[in-house]
């Protein structure tokens, strides 16, 4: 009978690094379908969620739980749109250079103008750096924003200009931006030079983390999360049915 070397393949060295090809490829596999599954409801939102939460008959007992995270999300100075004391109160938590909480962008203005004594939607910050570089120092520039009382100029210069931002956000795209928008720059400057605006953003981000913030948009809708783009038809039927129950 004839022998001979053995093949790699043949060998425990081959079969080993075989099986971990294999293991590898199963792995990425499974983990491009999740990717691509919460890319998916991310980008279309969880509308149907939001009926399923809130569409069924009230009850009296509030979760002790749920009532602990709306003060902790709501309970902020921050820039929000509509009534202080509306019976809603949406937490929307937002990246700058995220694509789809721009398309969520005008969504939220019109359940804000629809609705202006049902809602009170709140803008916090969650910028995912390590995906969108430079996302934080645009949370920061809108932070700064705020303290001029021109934030939602602000907040709309940055999604109208937001494929032209790079990486590192530059003095000079800061300047134009500014500039466009009407901000003092010496303001502006000394506000993003403070280590407290900085703080303030990552305790927005820490915050969502906490809450089981994982991508953007995520709002809390009185305290209930909602993941992804919900087109504005699923917002006005859930207010409907909210202001019939209240």
Not at 11 to 40: D, K
Not at 137 to 157: E, H, I
Request: proline residues 6%; glycine residues 8%; hydrophobic residues 45%.
């Amino acid at each position: 009978m004839p022998t001979g070397k053995l093949h790699w393949y043949q060998t425990w060295y081959g079969l080993a690094l075989s099986g971990l090809l294999a293991f590898v490829l199963v792995a990425g596999i499974i983990f491009a379908v999740v990717v691509g599954r919460y890319w998916w409801m991310i980008k279309h939102g969880q509308g149907e969620a939001l009926n399923q939460k809130f569409n069924t008959p009230v009850v009296a007992e509030i979760d002790p739980a749920v009532l602990a995270l709306r003060q902790k999300l709501e309970l902020i100075s921050g820039p929000y749109l509509g009534n202080s004391k509306a019976p809603v109160v949406i937490v929307e938590f937002i990246d700058f250079k995220c694509p789809f909480c721009k398309q969520a962008m005008p969504i939220m203005y019109q359940v804000a103008k629809q609705y202006p004594d049902k809602v009170k939607i709140i803008i916090r910050h969650f910028p995912l750096e390590s995906v969108h570089p430079g996302a934080e120092k645009l949370s920061a520039v809108a932070y700064c924003a705020d303290k001029q009382g021109m934030f939602w100029q602000t907040y709309n210069a940055i999604y109208a200009g937001q494929e032209g931002f790079s990486d590192e956000i530059t003095p000079g795209e800061i300047s134009t931006l500014a500039s466009g928008v009407g901000l003092n720059a010496t303001i502006l400057n000394n506000c993003l030079n403070d280590p407290a605006t900085l703080t303030a953003v990552r305790v927005d981000f820490a915050d969502g983390i906490y809450a089981g913030v994982r991508a953007t948009p995520t709002f809390f809708v009185n305290g209930e999360k909602i993941e992804g783009v919900v087109p504005f038809n699923i917002w006005e039927g859930f207010l409907k049915n909210f202001s019939a129950q209240g």
